[in-house]
C-alpha cells in the first residue's frame, strides 16, 4: 500500500456511552471483523484478548466488557459533540513505536453530533511539505518549470498511515461510539515528540486548541541485519532493494529517507556489509541491480538471524564484449530532489545508485537549479568515488539558462563551465547557437537533452511529415545547429520514440551525421531510477570518460532500455563507429549486415504495459521506451528490424530469452543511404553510412523540404525571446540553415 497520509481504520458499534445500547447482532459482526481484519493487517490483537473476545461474544456477554478489552489499545479518544466540534484527548495505549517500523492504535470517537464527516488527524511531525512552483529562468510552463523542496525533513520523524480498502470507509457512519485504526511509523530511536490535531472538516476544531494534544513516545531501536550481497562472481556488489512488510509498507518508510536514499523512490540501495534496520516481522524483498541484471523476490524473517543472504544474476553482460553502458544526464538537484538542508545531494549519493543501477558510466549535470552549490563538483575529470567499473562524472546542462527555450544542452567533457564574461545565469546567450560553438572549442561533446520536447506529433509512421510546433525545450533549434555541424547527438529515451527519431531520420536523410544517445534526465523526466534510458559504446581498452563521450561522437553506440542489445552491428564487416561508419560501393549493389542481438522478456506478459499496435497511440504512454511494448502477440518473441534511410526493409524475429543470437540481412543500395538496426521501442543502433560512387546522402527530398519549412517554424517560435542584442545575429544562422536545405533540396531526386 502507498505511503500516503490516510487513516487505515475500521468501525463498528458498541454500547453507547450516554443514552442507546447498539443491538447485539451489528455489534457482534463488526466486532468479529475487527479482529479479523487487526490479523490481516498483520497487526492482531494480544492472543489472550482475542480469546476472551470470542468466549464473550460465545457466551453473548454485555458489550460493555468487550469495550473494557479494547481500552488499552485506544491512542486517541475523540469526542464530536452536537455542534459538530471535535476535541481529543490521549487514550490507555502505551505510547511506544518501533523504529522503522509500524506500531497499531485504536481511536475511540463518541460522536454526539451523528456526523457522517470524514475525521482527519495531522501532524507536523508526518506532515509532508513541500513548497513549488518557483519559476526557473527561460523555462516557461514546460518540462522542468519548478523546484521543489522538503521542509524541515530532519523534524518529520513520524509517518501516519490509513486503510480504506472494502470493508473499511473513510467517514464516520454516524453511530455513537465508533473505532477506527490508526498505525504510526518511527524513523528513529529514542524518546520523540509530536502534537495530533483532529478535524471533521473545516471550522469543526473545538475552542481553545482542545482538537490538538501531544503525545511523548518512546521508540523501541530496531535490529540491524547485516546484507551479503553477492554478484554473479560472487564478489561483493552493490544491489537495488524494495523491501515491505506483509501490508505493503516499504522500508524504510519513504517520507523519512535521507540522502543516500531517496523518499521519491521504493528502492534504497545498499552493499555487502552494509546493514538495516528493522523490526521484529516478516517481509518480502525484491531485488536487483540494473535491467542486465534479473529482478528476483524472497520471503524473510526477522528474528534471531540477523543476516540476509542476496545473490544477485545477470541474464547479458554486455562489457565482455567491450559494450559499456551509460546515462549521459543525470541530476543532484532540482525537481524531484529535495533543498533542504543543501541544494539537492552530493556526489557520494549519486555514486551510490550509479552502482547501484550497474551503470558503467555516469554524467551528473549541473544545471539552473542548485547552480551554485552543485557546481563546485565539476572538476573537468572523474570524479574521486570513481572505480575502475564506474565512472562519475560532473558536466552541465544548459537548462534554466536564458536559452532553455530553444533547447535544452548537454554538454560533455568540459573542461570549463562558465561562459566568458558572464557573472550570471541571466548572462548567457539567449539562443543555443553560440554556447555550443564555445563548447566546441574546449573539445565538449555537445547534444541536444530530452528531444521530443516540443516535437510532438500524431502520427507513429516513421519517418512522417507532419510537422511539429519547435514550442518545447527538446531539439528545437537542433535543425539549425545541426547545419553549423554543432551538435554531435540528439538524446532519446525519455520521451516518446516517434517525437525523438522523426526528426533525427530526416537530417540524417539530408547527409547530417549526428548521432543519437539515451538518457534518463533522472529525477526530472522521471524519478524511477537513473539508467532507464543507456547509451552503450564500444570501447577498444578498458573502461576511461574520455573514449567513452568520444565514441557519442563517433556513433559507436546504441542506445536500450537495457532489455534488448544490438551488439557489434556491421555492414559489409565496417563496425559502427570506426573507419568514419562508412561503406563505400563503386556502384549500386547488395551489401550484408550482421550484429550479435539479445533481448530479455519475461514468460508472463506485463498486461499493465499495453503493446504497439496500429489502433492506438501508445508511443505517448510512460514507459516510452521499454521492451514489453515490442513483444509480438503474447510470445516471448520480438522483431529486430533493418532501416535504411528511415524505411524498414527487412526484419526478423528472435527470441527474447535472453540467449545471444547471430543475425544477418543483405539489402540493396541503390544510392548512397544510412542503415540501422532497432528493436522498437527497446534498441536503436547508431547508423552506418553506405555511399555509392562517393556520393552525398540525398535520401529523401520530402525529408529536406520539411526540414526546411521547420527552420520557419523553429524561428517563429524562438524568436521572441532572444534578446534584441543577439537577434540578428541568430536571425542569420536560421537564413544559413535554410540556405543549407534548398541546397539538399537541389541536390535531391
Same mark, same amino acid.
Given at each position: 500500500?502507498?505511503?500516503?497520509?490516510?487513516?487505515?481504520?475500521?468501525?463498528?458499534?458498541?454500547?453507547?456511552?450516554?443514552?442507546?445500547?447498539?443491538?447485539?447482532?451489528?455489534?457482534?459482526?463488526?466486532?468479529?471483523?475487527?479482529?479479523?481484519?487487526?490479523?490481516?493487517?498483520?497487526?492482531?490483537?494480544?492472543?489472550?484478548?482475542?480469546?476472551?473476545?470470542?468466549?464473550?461474544?460465545?457466551?453473548?456477554?454485555?458489550?460493555?466488557?468487550?469495550?473494557?478489552?479494547?481500552?488499552?489499545?485506544?491512542?486517541?479518544?475523540?469526542?464530536?459533540?452536537?455542534?459538530?466540534?471535535?476535541?481529543?484527548?490521549?487514550?490507555?495505549?502505551?505510547?511506544?513505536?518501533?523504529?522503522?517500523?509500524?506500531?497499531?492504535?485504536?481511536?475511540?470517537?463518541?460522536?454526539?453530533?451523528?456526523?457522517?464527516?470524514?475525521?482527519?488527524?495531522?501532524?507536523?511531525?508526518?506532515?509532508?511539505?513541500?513548497?513549488?512552483?518557483?519559476?526557473?529562468?527561460?523555462?516557461?510552463?514546460?518540462?522542468?518549470?519548478?523546484?521543489?523542496?522538503?521542509?524541515?525533513?530532519?523534524?518529520?520523524?513520524?509517518?501516519?498511515?490509513?486503510?480504506?480498502?472494502?470493508?473499511?470507509?473513510?467517514?464516520?457512519?454516524?453511530?455513537?461510539?465508533?473505532?477506527?485504526? $490508526?498505525?504510526?511509523?518511527?524513523?528513529?530511536?529514542?524518546?520523540?515528540?509530536?502534537?495530533?490535531?483532529?478535524?471533521?472538516?473545516?471550522?469543526?476544531?473545538?475552542?481553545?486548541?482542545?482538537?490538538?494534544?501531544?503525545?511523548?513516545?518512546?521508540?523501541?531501536?530496531?535490529?540491524?541485519?547485516?546484507?551479503?550481497?553477492?554478484?554473479?562472481?560472487?564478489?561483493?556488489?552493490?544491489?537495488?532493494?524494495? $523491501?515491505?512488510?506483509?501490508?505493503?509498507?516499504?522500508?524504510? !518508510?519513504?517520507?523519512?529517507?535521507?540522502?543516500?536514499?531517496?523518499?521519491?523512490?521504493?528502492?534504497? /540501495?545498499?552493499?555487502?556489509?552494509?546493514?538495516?534496520?528493522?523490526?521484529?516481522?516478516?517481509?518480502?524483498?525484491?531485488?536487483?541491480?540494473?535491467?542486465?541484471?534479473?529482478?528476483?523476490?524472497?520471503?524473510?524473517?526477522?528474528?534471531?538471524?540477523?543476516?540476509?543472504?542476496?545473490?544477485?544474476?545477470?541474464?547479458?553482460?554486455?562489457?565482455?564484449?567491450?559494450?559499456?553502458?551509460?546515462?549521459?544526464?543525470?541530476?543532484?538537484?532540482?525537481?524531484?530532489?529535495?533543498?533542504?538542508?543543501?541544494?539537492?545531494?552530493?556526489?557520494?549519493?549519486?555514486?551510490?545508485?550509479?552502482?547501484?543501477?550497474?551503470?558503467?558510466?555516469?554524467?551528473?549535470?549541473?544545471?539552473?537549479?542548485? /547552480?551554485?552549490?552543485?557546481?563546485?563538483?565539476?572538476?573537468?575529470?572523474?570524479?574521486?568515488?570513481?572505480?575502475?567499473?564506474?565512472?562519475?562524472?560532473?558536466?552541465?546542462?544548459?537548462?534554466?539558462?536564458?536559452?532553455?527555450?530553444?533547447?535544452?544542452?548537454?554538454?560533455?567533457?568540459?573542461?570549463?563551465?562558465?561562459?566568458?564574461?558572464?557573472?550570471?545565469?541571466?548572462?548567457?546567450?539567449?539562443?543555443?547557437?553560440?554556447?555550443?560553438?564555445?563548447?566546441?572549442?574546449?573539445?565538449?561533446?555537445?547534444?541536444?537533452?530530452?528531444?521530443?520536447?516540443?516535437?510532438?506529433?500524431?502520427?507513429?509512421?516513421?519517418?512522417?511529415?507532419?510537422?511539429?510546433?519547435?514550442?518545447?525545450?527538446?531539439?528545437?533549434?537542433?535543425?539549425?545547429?545541426?547545419?553549423?555541424?554543432?551538435?554531435?547527438?540528439?538524446?532519446?529515451?525519455?520521451?516518446?520514440?516517434?517525437?525523438?527519431?522523426? $526528426?533525427?531520420?530526416?537530417?540524417?536523410?539530408?547527409?547530417?551525421?549526428?548521432?543519437?544517445?539515451?538518457?534518463?534526465?533522472?529525477?526530472?523526466?522521471?524519478?524511477?531510477?537513473?539508467?532507464?534510458?543507456?547509451?552503450?559504446?564500444?570501447?577498444?581498452?578498458?573502461?576511461?570518460?574520455?573514449? *567513452?563521450?568520444?565514441?557519442?561522437?563517433?556513433?559507436?553506440?546504441?542506445?536500450?532500455?537495457?532489455?534488448?542489445?544490438?551488439?557489434?552491428?556491421?555492414?559489409?564487416?565496417?563496425?559502427?563507429?570506426?573507419?568514419?561508419?562508412?561503406?563505400?560501393?563503386?556502384?549500386?549493389?547488395?551489401?550484408?549486415?550482421?550484429?550479435?542481438?539479445?533481448?530479455?522478456?519475461?514468460?508472463?506478459?506485463?498486461?499493465?504495459?499495453?503493446?504497439?499496435?496500429?489502433?492506438?497511440?501508445?508511443?505517448?504512454?510512460?514507459?516510452?521506451?521499454?521492451?514489453?511494448?515490442?513483444?509480438?502477440?503474447?510470445?516471448?518473441?520480438?522483431?529486430?528490424?533493418?532501416?535504411?534511410?528511415?524505411?524498414?526493409?527487412?526484419?526478423?524475429?528472435?527470441?527474447?530469452?535472453?540467449?545471444?543470437?547471430?543475425?544477418?540481412?543483405?539489402?540493396?543500395?541503390?544510392? !548512397?543511404?544510412?542503415?540501422?538496426?532497432?528493436?522498437?521501442?527497446?534498441?536503436?543502433?547508431?547508423?552506418?553510412?553506405?555511399?555509392?560512387?562517393?556520393?552525398?546522402?540525398?535520401?529523401?527530398?520530402?525529408?529536406?523540404? *520539411?526540414?526546411?519549412?521547420?527552420?520557419?517554424?523553429?524561428?517563429?517560435?524562438?524568436?521572441?525571446?532572444?534578446?534584441?542584442?543577439?537577434?540578428?545575429?541568430?536571425?542569420?544562422?536560421?537564413?544559413?540553415?535554410?540556405?543549407?536545405?534548398?541546397?539538399?533540396?537541389?541536390?535531391?531526386?
Amino acid at each position: 500500500m502507498k505511503n500516503t497520509a490516510f487513516l487505515i481504520f475500521l468501525f463498528f458499534s458498541v454500547v453507547p456511552a450516554f443514552s442507546q445500547k447498539v443491538e447485539y447482532q451489528p455489534f457482534v459482526f463488526q466486532t468479529q471483523n475487527l479482529v479479523e481484519t487487526l490479523d490481516f493487517l498483520g497487526t492482531p490483537l494480544i492472543e489472550n484478548d482475542k480469546v476472551k473476545i470470542a468466549e464473550l461474544i460465545e457466551n453473548q456477554s454485555e458489550v460493555e466488557e468487550i469495550q473494557q478489552i479494547l481500552e488499552k489499545y485506544i491512542l486517541f479518544e475523540v469526542q464530536v459533540n452536537p455542534e459538530s466540534r471535535v476535541k481529543v484527548k490521549t487514550g490507555a495505549a502505551k505510547t511506544e513505536l518501533l523504529q522503522n517500523g509500524w506500531k497499531t492504535f485504536l481511536i475511540k470517537v463518541e460522536n454526539q453530533a451523528g456526523i457522517t464527516a470524514k475525521l482527519v488527524v495531522e501532524s507536523e511531525q508526518a506532515k509532508r511539505v513541500y513548497d513549488g512552483g518557483e519559476k526557473i529562468y527561460g523555462m516557461g510552463g514546460a518540462g522542468k518549470g519548478s523546484k521543489i523542496s522538503k521542509k524541515n525533513i530532519s523534524d518529520r520523524w513520524l509517518d501516519i498511515d490509513f486503510y480504506t480498502q472494502n470493508p473499511m470507509k473513510e467517514t464516520l457512519s454516524g453511530l455513537e461510539i465508533e473505532y477506527f485504526i $490508526i498505525q504510526l511509523y518511527s524513523r528513529d530511536a529514542g524518546k520523540r515528540a509530536a502534537k495530533f490535531t483532529f478535524n471533521c472538516g473545516q471550522a469543526t476544531q473545538d475552542i481553545g486548541f482542545r482538537n490538538e494534544t501531544d503525545v511523548l513516545f518512546r521508540c523501541l531501536p530496531a535490529s540491524k541485519i547485516q546484507l551479503e550481497i553477492l554478484d554473479e562472481n560472487q564478489k561483493p556488489a552493490t544491489a537495488s532493494l524494495i $523491501i515491505k512488510d506483509l501490508q505493503g509498507h516499504i522500508y524504510p !518508510s519513504q517520507m523519512k529517507r535521507l540522502a543516500p536514499d531517496f523518499f521519491f523512490q521504493p528502492q534504497i /540501495y545498499r552493499s555487502k556489509g552494509e546493514t538495516i534496520d528493522l523490526p521484529a516481522g516478516k517481509y518480502s524483498l525484491e531485488f536487483g541491480r540494473g535491467p542486465e541484471y534479473l529482478t528476483k523476490k524472497m520471503a524473510f524473517e526477522i528474528g534471531k538471524n540477523r543476516t540476509l543472504q542476496i545473490q544477485l544474476e545477470r541474464w547479458i553482460d554486455p562489457s565482455k564484449f567491450g559494450w559499456f553502458s551509460g546515462d549521459h544526464h543525470i541530476h543532484a538537484a532540482g525537481c524531484s530532489h529535495y533543498t533542504s538542508p543543501t541544494q539537492g545531494v552530493n556526489p557520494e549519493d549519486m555514486m551510490r545508485h550509479i552502482v547501484g543501477e550497474g551503470l558503467n558510466v555516469g554524467s551528473v549535470l549541473t544545471w539552473g537549479p542548485g /547552480y551554485a552549490h552543485q557546481k563546485q563538483f565539476f572538476e573537468g575529470k572523474n570524479n574521486k568515488f570513481s572505480t575502475a567499473e564506474n565512472l562519475l562524472r560532473y558536466d552541465l546542462e544548459i537548462s534554466g539558462f536564458p536559452s532553455g527555450h530553444a533547447g535544452h544542452l548537454v554538454l560533455l567533457r568540459l573542461k570549463d563551465q562558465t561562459y566568458p564574461n558572464t557573472a550570471g545565469l541571466e548572462d548567457w546567450p539567449t539562443y543555443t547557437i553560440p554556447i555550443l560553438k564555445w563548447a566546441k572549442s574546449q573539445g565538449a561533446i555537445t547534444g541536444f537533452a530530452h528531444s521530443g520536447l516540443g516535437l510532438e506529433v500524431k502520427n507513429d509512421a516513421l519517418p512522417n511529415f507532419e510537422m511539429p510546433n519547435f514550442d518545447g525545450i527538446g531539439a528545437n533549434e537542433f535543425i539549425v545547429a545541426v547545419t553549423q555541424n554543432l551538435v554531435d547527438f540528439i538524446s532519446t529515451m525519455d520521451t516518446p520514440p516517434t517525437w525523438e527519431l522523426n $526528426i533525427w531520420y530526416h537530417v540524417l536523410n539530408c547527409g547530417f551525421r549526428t548521432r543519437i544517445s539515451g538518457e534518463t534526465d533522472f529525477p526530472c523526466m522521471s524519478d524511477d531510477k537513473v539508467g532507464h534510458g543507456r547509451s552503450y559504446v564500444k570501447l577498444e581498452k578498458q573502461l576511461n570518460f574520455e573514449e *567513452w563521450a568520444e565514441g557519442l561522437k563517433l556513433g559507436k553506440t546504441y542506445v536500450s532500455d537495457g532489455k534488448s542489445h544490438l551488439l557489434d552491428f556491421e555492414v559489409n564487416e565496417i563496425a559502427v563507429g570506426t573507419q568514419n561508419s562508412e561503406v563505400n560501393l563503386d556502384s549500386a549493389a547488395t551489401v550484408k549486415v550482421s550484429a550479435k542481438v539479445a533481448a530479455f522478456l519475461n514468460e508472463t506478459v506485463d498486461v499493465h504495459i499495453k503493446p504497439l499496435n496500429i489502433f492506438e497511440n501508445v508511443w505517448t504512454q510512460k514507459p516510452f521506451w521499454n521492451i514489453e511494448r515490442g513483444r509480438i502477440s503474447n510470445t516471448r518473441t520480438v522483431p529486430v528490424e533493418l532501416v535504411v534511410n528511415g524505411e524498414v526493409v527487412a526484419n526478423k524475429v528472435i527470441q527474447a530469452d535472453g540467449s545471444i543470437q547471430d543475425v544477418f540481412f543483405e539489402t540493396k543500395i541503390e544510392k !548512397s543511404s544510412w542503415v540501422a538496426l532497432r528493436i522498437l521501442p527497446s534498441s536503436h543502433s547508431n547508423p552506418v553510412f553506405v555511399l555509392v560512387k562517393n556520393q552525398p546522402i540525398r535520401a529523401n527530398k520530402k525529408s529536406a523540404e *520539411w526540414c526546411l519549412k521547420a527552420v520557419d517554424v523553429c524561428w517563429k517560435q524562438k524568436q521572441g525571446l532572444i534578446s534584441d542584442a543577439e537577434k540578428m545575429e541568430a536571425q542569420k544562422f536560421y537564413e544559413d540553415a535554410k540556405r543549407v536545405y534548398q541546397k539538399i533540396i537541389d541536390e535531391s531526386k
